[in-house]
């Protein structure tokens, strides 16, 4: 089904990276969200990590945003502030999407005061809300 494409693309990636053969971008987006739609969590934060230790960083906004919604369907709140904390680290601009999935993942985890914060503070930086 279509939850199990995950596992085909994590070994995608992972023959692509054993023939020392350079991904992209839109792979590691392609990537990452398959584990979101499948549920695996820890295995986008993998590959998140893994990347960056890679010479080329080739995540983006897409990337991080597919990982926290992989940990806000998980209801994984401290995996997702991480996320959001990284992306500022690496001059990723969060958006709307990325806040959602932050603040959705601190109700999931039942951190509510933390989710009201992050909602406040998306509201400071001119982002509305979904």
């Known amino acids: 089904g279509r939850t199990s494409r995950w596992n085909q693309a994590l070994q995608l990636m992972a023959c ?5 053969i350079q991904s992209s971008t839109t792979a590691l987006n392609s990537v990452v969200t398959a584990c979101e739609k499948g ?3 820890l295995e986008a934060l ?3 990590k893994h ?8 995540r983006d ?3 991080f945003s597919a990982a ?13 502030l991480k996320l959001l904390d990284s992306m500022s680290m690496h001059a990723i601009r969060a958006d709307t999407v990325a806040f959602n999935a ?5 109700v999931g985890g039942g ?20």
């Open 39 to 41: 549920n695996r969590w």
């Open 61 to 63: 906004l897409v990337t």
């Open 46 to 48: 993998v590959l998140l």
């Open 111 to 130: 951190l509510w005061e933390l989710a009201v914060s992050l909602v406040t503070y998306q509201r400071q930086t001119g982002l509305e809300p979904d």
């Open 51 to 58: 990347e960056n230790s890679s010479d080329a960083d080739l």
């Open 102 to 106: 932050a603040a959705s993942a601190c």
């Open 68 to 80: 926290m919604s992989a940990c806000e369907k998980a209801s994984k709140a401290r995996p997702a």
């Open 16 to 20: 692509l990276q054993h023939r020392g």
